[in-house]
């Protein structure tokens, strides 16, 4: 099977959640994309970019439920996962209340949430797509408010800002290719019935299914 992990944060975890299930691939080269071995291949990508491939490219992939919750992609989630524990929030300088941003400028790496969020509120936000160390963007005035990932707090305390609003709680979750499910059943019910059994920290996982 192709298995489509994220480099980055979640990718140790990932890792130790497939050789719990039994799936096992020697990641021996910091700099190689793709490792195969006993008939399985693992495939890593960006953290952003893992519903992509697992639709296009992958059998069962790896990412946050803010990830999916930001792609086009259409996939099965059958599990959530318990790690990449972390939240999506509104963070601002503290003078800021949430209804103040109203016409306000927000930098984010998840356009598609943020947009959503703040028309479900009726605010009416000018959303700016950055790619990452949102935190300058209120410092350097390119924004008013950032929409960002909070898991210590620690970055966003040491740049002065304060969260506002949390949108919604991350962890990571398994996501499986639609056609894979129907043509490869057999082998991906018994590895999702495997992997249940355990996750990264050898709890059992819950069912997620979306
Ligand atoms: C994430 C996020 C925050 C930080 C939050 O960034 O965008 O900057 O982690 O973590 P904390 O609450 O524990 O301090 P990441 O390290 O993924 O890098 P990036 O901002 O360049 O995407």
Do not use: W
Not at 25 to 42: A, C, H, P
Not at 144 to 150: C, E, F, G, L, P
């Amino acid at each position: 099977m192709k298995f489509v992990i994220p480099r980055g944060r979640l990718m140790d975890d990932s890792l130790a959640f497939l050789r719990n299930a039994g799936i096992t691939v020697e990641i021996n080269d910091s700099r190689k994309l793709i490792f195969r071995q006993d008939g399985n291949e693992i495939i890593l990508p960006r953290a952003r970019d893992v519903p992509v491939y697992t639709e296009y490219a992958g059998d069962i992939g790896i990412c946050g439920t803010d990830t999916l919750a930001e792609s086009r992609s259409n996939l099965f989630a059958p599990l959530s996962l318990d790690f990449g524990k972390c939240r999506l929030s509104i963070i601002a300088p503290r003078k800021y209340r949430l209804r103040d941003l109203d016409g306000l400028d927000i930098a984010t790496k998840h356009p598609n949430i943020t947009s959503k969020y703040f028309s479900s509120m009726g605010i009416d936000a000018n959303i700016i797509t950055l790619n990452g160390s949102l935190e300058l963007a209120p410092e350097t005035g390119i924004a008013d408010a950032i929409v960002d990932i909070v898991q210590t707090g620690e970055t966003m305390r040491k740049n002065k800002l304060v969260e506002i609003r949390k949108i919604m709680d991350i962890s990571a979750i398994v996501v499986v290719n639609r056609v894979s499910q129907k043509i490869k059943y057999e082998e991906i019910n018994s590895f999702i019935e495997k992997a249940g059994e355990f996750n990264g920290n050898g709890k059992v996982c819950k069912k997620y299914i979306e």
